[in-house]
């Protein structure tokens, strides 16, 4: 059964920055494309970031680039995405999901307010 579990969310002031984890478990994590999607209120999801299963390459969504870095660790199952310079349009829940299953798991609500 896959698991997968994002944490590091919070209230933030615009500029602001933030680190995301998300550990999963339950599937082989070394072999699979990892990203982080996002969903506002009342909105649909919006992908973020994407990096490969080795961590040589990464992508970004034209709203965040320049300003959030995602990686990972694949000895402890675990992918970052770290934010910088928030904005209130970066607020939602975000969520780790995989190219293959697209299960998103546990999110973790990011607030970007003043």
């Known amino acids: 059964e896959v698991e997968r579990v994002a944490s590091g969310g919070g209230l933030v002031q615009p500029g602001g920055s933030l680190t995301l984890s998300c550990v999963t478990s339950?599937?082989?994590?070394?072999?699979?494309?990892m990203e982080w999607v996002r969903q506002a209120p009342g909105k649909g999801q919006e992908w973020v970031a994407q990096i490969l299963a080795d961590g040589s390459r990464t992508f970004y969504a034209g709203a965040v680039k320049g300003r959030f870095t995602i990686s990972r660790d694949n000895a402890k199952n675990t992918v970052y995405l770290q934010l910088n310079d928030l904005k209130t349009e970066d607020t939602g829940m975000y969520f780790c999901t995989d190219t293959e299953t697209r299960f998103r798991g546990q999110g973790t609500q990011v607030t970007v307010s003043s």
């Open positions: 339950g599937f082989t994590f070394r072999e699979q494309i």
